[in-house]
T-cell receptor, first 115, second 114 residues
């Protein structure tokens, strides 16, 4: 297909609610990454999926954050009991190569606002 | 794990001048160093990368240099144009070599004044 697709593009929620963000990577890309970008800040690593290997969850900021990748394709990032500090743009990226040696193709991001 | 430091955080140049952005990394085993450009409101995109078997790589007006001994690499943009205005991110692998995920620097906001 085209590029990496993310939904929703914008999400406004109330503090304490759960949210799900979806990422549809480029077909055939085995690696999938989630990053978080707060206003005017850099790209903060959250989680990395590579093929059938166990995901690298070392970047998840708390146990309120979780992610899964079903069938080696679509991924969902779930944030439970959202807090105001969770407000950010959540970026998904996919890559053809194992490890960090290949180009990352980013989606447009999901902008989350927690009121 | 890897730690990437990027400087400066903001950079303003006149059109036609050169711009240089510098990054340092901590893991001497890292061997892949990409640069991403993010225009306002858009997604980050790879503009150039370098692997540790070379010291410099050029692509038209942009170049990247790598000093493995000092563990730093730099992005050079010559003859800057207004469309070069964006945030630039350097990155390095999280677990050395080219394994794991990419750790990004905090970004440099480049403004090119006409």
């Amino acid at each position: 297909g085209a590029g990496v697709s993310q939904s929703p593009s914008n999400k406004v929620t109330e503090k304490g609610k759960d949210v799900e963000l979806r990422c549809d990577p480029i077909s055939g890309h085995t690696a999938l990454y989630w990053y978080r970008q707060s206003l005017g800040q850099g790209l903060e690593f959250l989680i990395y999926f590579q093929g059938n290997s166990a995901p690298d969850k070392s970047g998840l900021p708390s146990d309120r954050f979780s992610a899964e990748r079903t069938g080696g394709s679509v991924s969902t990032l779930t944030i439970q009991r959202t807090q105001q500090e969770d407000s950010a743009v959540y970026l998904c990226a996919s890559s053809t190569r194992q490890g960090a040696g290949g180009e990352l193709f980013f989606g447009e991001g999901s902008r989350l606002t927690v009121l | 794990g890897e730690n990437v430091e990027q400087h400066p955080s903001t950079l303003s140049v006149q059109e036609g001048d050169s711009a240089v952005i510098k990054c340092t990394y901590s893991d001497s085993a890292s061997n892949y160093f990409p640069w991403y450009k993010q225009e306002l409101g858009k997604r980050p995109q790879l503009i150039i990368d370098i692997r540790s078997n070379v010291g410099e790589k050029k692509d038209q007006r942009i170049a990247v240099t790598l000093n493995k001994t000092a563990k730093h690499f730099s992005l050079h943009i010559t003859e800057t144009q207004p469309e070069d205005s964006a945030v630039y991110f350097c990155a390095a692998p999280s677990y050395g070599g080219s394994q794991g995920n990419l750790i990004f620097g905090k970004g440099t906001k480049l403004s090119v004044k006409p």
